[in-house]
């Protein structure tokens, strides 16, 4: 029995609480320390009532008094001493002060935030804050686990991937590395439910402002941009260019990415359906979370409900040389503290879906 | 290891897809034969993607050479063969005619329907259906688990109940039994998600009808009223009459019941709040799945999202001597399959909380 | 023709931009005058794009330099200067101080708000706050239009009544009026879209708490709960009494209200089906507002969607000896907006439904 | 005055009760025949309550015995008796056997179906259905207004463009006759609500299948395709080539088009947003109903709801070569029977925004 102690740091956004729900079913991994800067000394239950009665049983050897249901304030020296892995959960920007700390303390960092997923200078033009430090920016193991699983077995300190770039780069990295299509002209038309947008009060997040409404956001400023572009080049040793809109959907969770690769001249006319469907077959073959759908057949974001899958559908457009790929996850899950568990698995040598077998809510 | 043989008929329902999620994931149960009438002969992951790759893996051992995901069609002789319990969830009026023969066939039986939850003249009058036989229906443990744990336990036959009288039941048998109210003035205001109507299609289940938009249905006429008059009554040795009025949420799982329950001269004044609280958390003390909300905290359906949980608030309103009791149920779960599943549990010795210790999907 | 030149404080909430929407198209009325607390000095447009290029066109004649367009702050002498008529759409607390300055300015008065309905020491307990002064209270005609036709068509300063109470005391008033009910004992259970709850941004209004969701709130504790008891027992001239327990339906607009009316004694068996619809039928045949479902039929909310009706839908539960009344509105429109503006046309002599002749949004 | 005599073919569909909700406040429209398949001799009111007394009132002059109100079958020659103009809402292949003979009663025509959209090879390789006659299609003039405002104003048959073609080609044409942008390359990926897929009953409109779901279909393969580019084809003189695909969005009304033009080099480095801008406004400048948006700001649905208004947002990406358009129209009014009373305002020398100034419902 391995039994990790982890510690979550900013427990009570969406990605962090989605980290509670699955690490308090997770086998091997036990709650030490949670903290909230909105809610310390409050007890979770009071927060968010739907744990009512969780944390109790499965909590009790928390070494400290109040024990672990009880909010706690950031305290670097106490996680080191109850926990083995920490989890970050912060908005951009907060998280890059506090790596270095918890990592000289001797403890594995999973950062969520976008502060270690892209150079200096990428991050400082997209996100206009201060970058990490370059040293352990170049520390960081970029988590996306399907393409970097033998890095992140030996890591300390993983840089977990977006929402949107988790599912963009599931789905175009098989064709940009088969050299099917021209990674410069990539468009990528995503639509992402609105707990992507966190638990912070706004318009933005206004029932009565999004119900029944659609929108498009930040078209070609959205700070995953840069990242789908940085991290699809390094894998694929082709410089890549991408068109990024995201879109708010009228729903709480769920990703669902269209992209439209265009084919180069050499594979007009030369490359099947059935070929494109293999290839991404084989390439996904040992990822037990990516789903290739029979030809034909496009994925829909429920059908991956609180689960950490990532389903593709693909389509060949002979008529307009196109290759359009369509992915879904559910943004917290695959797309935040699913993936996060996930690189925990991998990182200690678990079984990848160890705590993430669960079958999709449907409907 | 105990490893049961489960076959579902009706698999391709809400209720039966549901009974697929959690019995994939239910440690003792193995899935052996489903089936479907709809889509007889078909692969169960053509009909619902969600499950695409799952059924293989977890369901190596099916004795088919067509393998469990293959929906067939109900043929009790193979099923007798090949499982040792059966779930039926099927529209009122079928599985009157089936469960004798899974009985005689040595199989043990759990009914979603309607069919075996009261006598013959109630169903008769209410469901304007033939009633099942009258020994059967003797024969059958009406399985309210937190209510009827005992009996279920000896049980080779139940009779799942509703999902609005679940959520009712559970909320106002601890103050009938105490006494408080008067049983013969029961209002139950109750307000159901759109997947309780099952996934049949007609304009009653289309989005653009349901959408931002409320409604009631059946009021005075549903039958589920005469479920819970007479299971409160058998329950609280009480005569109670209520008046029972469902509604329709734009939302796809969850039950909200408001009960309105009058209080008894003798109780006016000198009842608390604190009181009532006391009262029901000892009474639901052994049960898991129940949990009573802090005085002043009435729970929201979201809150118990795709888990076994009932989560009651309660409010004592002195000046207009109600006493109101708010319950919620995931009507798919604890209104269904997750109460079957409950059932299997306690009816085969195992923890009542088997395959269900999940936490709710928040948000 | 009359032109009536109208100022509308607090434009920028849900009720006062959905005034907007409807003094806009109103031929006899024409906007002169927005205040907004929170957007002071910008375009109208700016803060709800929806408007782009509809205030120009039908506000060419405003007064002021910068136009009605531009928002403005609360100036009684100016406004006094520019209007004929104010209407006042605040939070509860702020109108009770403005009311004497603008009254005292021969200007019209139409109160949205809460300040003015009910007498002082209701208010007292039921808001926490400050009441308005006596002598305004009782110069304040409280303006549900069915009932209070004469007296408003004489009015300067009107109290327009709240959301759930107008839905509520719509379907319960004929009912008590015909002594068929005991008013002592009515429940009410309605159920609110969003909206109701305002513009202001919190968690209670956060589109992932809610979506997808159904709760409860402020049982026994609703400040409309005084409000229908005090105007159902002037109205009737009988003591009522009334539990009233508010929900908040997954929906952005649209109250649906379930009164639950316990019958006399020498009204059970006596009363027929028919005899209720015609007395509703007739209660309402000079109130084009007010539309009675034939028998059987139950309103839902889509179905006054943006528009100023009230439909009603009634059943007689013999069987129970409770006579149930279903009653829909638009809770921006008769619940607010819409009710305003019929108040002002009565006000002033117009017909009624001037401006107000939408047919519903369906779906 | 000029009272147009209207009758409308397939008036229980939702762009049929559409047309329904719009010609009822037409100052010069009176509606005198309804047809319905599905529900003949039925009065409307029964099947759509929410118009509950609304066609008593303005309908009083219908010649028929049984009044308008009552919906009938299709017969040509009480029809050419009672109407001077026929709106044609059917699924697609069943008016172009029905438009030769109203047009040979000399009754004006307006198809809101796609049979007469695009030319007999297009439509056959598309809608896999027999085309319309060679000729008729001839003398049909496509209707999209802004585009075609004096074919229309003297036209006796009008085909009513699609719900998708409407807002991507508002959105493109200015571009393309601009010279800004190769049209061989033009990507849409398209967002609709529910209500586009009609009333009809399905899996594809069931609540719990799409609600807190998002889905793309028919990718590459939409009829919609075609007509994108054929009368782009023809309003701009340069072929076009476009890859759409469609999604559903889990809410009732609305469709935003993101298009995405990729830039001629030319233009590159040279075309600035506000110069876009400005060619927009002033493409559009005597079309009451296009609303160009301040740079830097997109459309959302919800802001043209429930009116006839198609809103642009513009968007030049230096740095990926691309203009992006993002367009939105509420699918029943501007993509169906909005337009189609533009057109008949225009048909007939009404001013073009007659029956059509509503304010958007917002929220």
């Known amino acids: 029995m391995i039994d990790l102690k982890v510690a979550i740091i900013g427990a009570t956004g969406y990605a962090g609480i989605e980290l509670v729900r699955l690490l308090l079913r997770h086998p091997e991994a036990e709650l030490t320390y949670l903290t909230s800067d909105s809610y310390t000394g409050q007890e979770l239950a009071a927060v968010y009532p739907h744990l009512t009665g969780l944390l109790q049983s499965s909590l009790a050897l928390s070494i400290h008094d109040d024990g672990v249901s009880t909010l706690k304030a950031i305290d670097v020296h106490t996680i080191a001493q109850c926990a083995d892995v920490v989890f970050l959960s912060l908005p951009a920007g907060l998280s ?5 700390q918890l990592l000289e303390q001797g403890l594995r960092v999973i950062d969520l935030g976008g502060d270690h997923r892209i150079p200096a200078d990428l991050y400082e ?22 393409i970097a699983r033998t890095k992140v077995a030996g890591a300390t300190f993983i ?3 977006g929402c949107y ?11 940009l590395q088969a050299g099917w299509i021209d990674g410069r002209r990539i468009i990528i038309d995503a639509k992402s439910g609105v707990s992507g ?9 206004h029932f009565s402002e999004i119900n029944e409404n659609f929108k498009a956001y930040k078209i070609g400023a959205h700070q995953h941009t840069p990242e789908i572009e940085y991290h699809l080049s390094l894998a694929s040793g082709q410089d890549t260019c991408v068109t990024f809109a995201p879109h708010l959907v009228p729903m709480t969770r769920g990703i669902l990415a269209t992209s439209y690769l265009p084919l180069q001249s050499k594979a007009c006319g030369q490359l099947t359906q059935e070929q ?13 979370f990516v789903r290739i759908r029979p030809i034909g057949q496009f994925p829909q974001t429920k059908e991956v409900y609180g689960t950490n899958y990532c389903d593709i559908g693909l ?8 290759l359009i790929a369509v992915s879904v996850i559910d943004n917290l899950v695959k797309g935040a503290a699913g993936q996060a568990v996930q690189n925990l698995n991998v990182m200690y040598g678990l079984d990848e879906t160890t705590g993430l077998e669960m079958s999709p809510l449907y409907p």
């Open 159 to 161: 840089s977990n991937p």
């Open 197 to 205: 947008a966190g638990r912070g009060v706004g318009l933005g997040t």
């Open 96 to 100: 890059s002060a506090l790596v270095p």
């Open 315 to 322: 389509y060949l457009d002979q008529r307009t040389k196109q």
């Open 276 to 288: 494109i469907y293999e290839t991404y077959q084989e390439f996904y073959q040992d990822s037990p």
């Open 125 to 146: 033009a997209w996100y206009k804050k201060m970058p990490a430090d370059a040293a352990i920016f170049r520390q960081a193991v970029y988590g996306l686990t399907e």
């Open 165 to 175: 770039t988790t599912a963009a780069q599931l789905a175009i990295l098989p064709s």
